[in-house]
């Protein structure tokens, strides 16, 4: 019998916060202190996370125009994704 360990997921609206800003670094920080497993983050830009390294994102096309390195949807992770064989 396999057996499992809660998932702890958290999800943020950064509502563009500018990576590097206080508003974005506090966010960030909060985050962190949650110690999820995987971190959903909303009108976020593209950036490197050390306590979170491997990320997938929604990808630059929602139908209007996204600036630069932003994204309607980004998914934050510990640990390398993978793809299920399921």
Not at 47 to 72: L, T
């Amino acid at each position: 019998m396999a057996m499992y360990r809660p998932l702890r997921v958290a999800t943020w609206n950064l509502e563009w916060a500018t990576p590097g800003s206080s508003r974005h670094e506090r966010a960030m920080g909060h985050l962190v202190g949650l110690d999820a497993d995987i971190i959903v983050t909303t009108e976020d830009s593209l950036h490197e996370w050390v306590d979170y390294p491997y990320r997938i994102d929604g990808g630059p096309d929602w139908g209007y125009p996204i600036k630069g390195q932003r994204r309607k949807v980004v998914a934050w992770s510990r640990t390398p994704w993978v793809r299920s064989t399921h």
